[in-house]
Every structure is written in structure tokens, then in C-alpha cells.
């Protein structure tokens, strides 16, 4: 079984081609990253316009990659939520066009969801170990789910206000690191000491499987400028590279305590055998590093996709969408984008 992926849900334009839920043919990404970095984050406008040029492109390459025609295809799978409405109208309205016109089953995917199937795409590991634990970290979300199948997620908890990769977006903001934020702090927390500032854990409570990480993000801001700071100081600011780096350590540090404790609290209370971790914020070296830690000290199977299946691509959504079509969960032509 072949399915075309296509992902167009914030920025970055792509499309892949999966056979059999596992084995990942091809996987085309573009990202926008170099026309939205002068705004400091994603302008959705500018997003649907570079999503409507590039969306045939992608989808071509990925084809050709796969070596796989048109007429072989056995479906063709979309994200239709959550993101961006003008951008996940492109890739909807893409995948409807073909999968009416090549008469094979359209299957809609939950964004969310796909990042955690990238636990289920071939990288040479088994496959997780359910009923897992997944954590889903990417720009937009921060959310726990207990995950009884590929297809079957469960929310536990999720942020009550900015999402993980968002609080990287912004400290790098205050930083002056450039956007995305998340490999800049990286890039500068490797020279810097995560002892360095104690920052705030936002732990919300005993048993709670919510985060919060603005508490976190206004920490640093206060720490870097003081507490009347306005929009043109952050604009205008400059700090010393060791500063820098040590506040990067110390933001990442924050950031990773509290992912990492919250899962495997998760985790232990309900019991799984493995940990699956997915999104754009899971390719931070710390965090991987201290997830395997933690995974062996519990003896839990810890299941982390590599680094390019991390962060926004489609073959984890037509991954998904392989195991749609198996399970016969098609949708219809009339399946709307929902931001
Ligand atoms: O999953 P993703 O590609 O897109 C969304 O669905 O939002 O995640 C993008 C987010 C951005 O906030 C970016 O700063 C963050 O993931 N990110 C990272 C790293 N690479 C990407 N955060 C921390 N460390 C990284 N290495
Ligand atoms: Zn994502």
C-alpha cells in the first residue's frame, strides 16, 4: 500500500510517499524559514503564498524520489488540523484535487497525532510498546496523550499557555538569537552553564499533566532587561556572548526539567512500557539526551524519531494515513481545514 502525504500546516511545504504505514519512499520538505525570519516568526499571508507555489513542486519531487507514478498511488493523506487555516487550506484543497481526480480514498490526519506516528516509521527500531506515553513538544503545542494504537490518543494535559517551542522562539527573541528560536538556543547553550541562572519550574501542581511556560519566558526577560522593559529595548539590546550562552543553558535546562519529569510522571502513573517523543522541539539534543537518561533509570522503552522526522515533514502523515485506509477510516471530499 502507497500513500502520498502532504503537509502544509504552518511553514513548511511538504510531501512524501510511505508504503505500508512504515517504509518512508521519499520525503520532500520546504521550508519557508528564510522569508518569514526578518518578522521574527511565521506571517501567515506570506505562508499560504510560498504554500501555493511550492505545493506541485513538492509533491513532484516526492513522486519522483519515491519512483512512484501517480497512477500507483493507493490514497493520499492530508493534515486538515491544527495550523494555520490559509496554509492548511492549500494543502487540503491539493489532496482533495488529487484524490478526486486519481479516484483513490482521501484520509485526513490530526497534525498532533502524526507527529507521534513518526514513532511507527521505519528507522530500524520495533515499534512502541502500548499502551505508550506520548509527548507531542512542537511550536504550537505541548501535549500528553496516553496512546493505546497508532491511531488511538487519549489528551492528558497540554500548556495553558505558550507551547515549548514558542517559549524557545521567544527567549531567542530576547536574545537576539534570530528565528526559529529552538536550534539558536541550542546552538548557544552548548557553550553556556545551566546552573548559571535559576530559573522557574512551572510544575502546576502535584498531579497536574499541564505545562506552562510563559512564567519561564518573562523570568528571562526580566533576568536579561529588567522589569520596565519595552518592545524597542528587546529590539535594541546586546549582551555579551557568555551571558548569552548561559541563559540559553539555563532557559534550556528549565524547559527540558520540566518536560522530562512531567512525562515520566506520566508515564509511571499509568503504567506503560514505552515513552514516544515527537515534534519539533524533540530534536533538541538536551532534551534527547536527558529523555534516554531518564528512559534507562525507569526502564522504560524510550521511542524518539530522528531529528528530520522531528520537526514538520509529511511522511508522518502519510504514515498515518496508511493506517487510515487499512483501518478504512477514509474521509470525504467535504473534510474541512480546522485551525
Ligand atoms: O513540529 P514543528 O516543526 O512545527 C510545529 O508543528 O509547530 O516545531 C517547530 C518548533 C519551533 O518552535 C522550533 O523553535 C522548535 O520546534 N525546534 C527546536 C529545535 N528544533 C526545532 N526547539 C529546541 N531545540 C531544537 N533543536
Ligand atoms: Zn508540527
Redesign the pocket.
Known sequence: MRVLGIES??D?TAAAVVEDGARVRSSVVSSQQRLHERFGGVVPEIASRAHVENILPVIRMALGEADVALDELDGVAVTHTPGLIGALLIGVTAAKALSWALEVPLLSVN?LHA?IYAAWLDDGTAPPRLPALSLVV????TSLYLTRGPLDHERLGGTLDD?A??A??KVANILRLGY????A??RAAAEGNPNAVAFPRSWLGPESLDFSFSGLKTAVLYHCLGRNVSKEDIAGASYEAGFVADVAAAFQEAVVDVLVGKTFAAALRHGVGSVIVG???A???R?RQRLRARAREEGIQLHLAPARL???NAAMVAGMGCRLLAAGRTATLDVEAVP
Do not use: K
Not at 512542537?138 to 503545542?141: A, K, R, V
Open positions: 500546516s504552518c513548511e497534525h507527529h512542537s511550536g504550537g503545542h507551547a517551542g514558542e524557545f522562539d526559529p528560536g529552538g536550534p538556543i541550542e515534534g519539533g522541539v530534536a533538541n539534543s532534551l522531528c520537526t514538520d
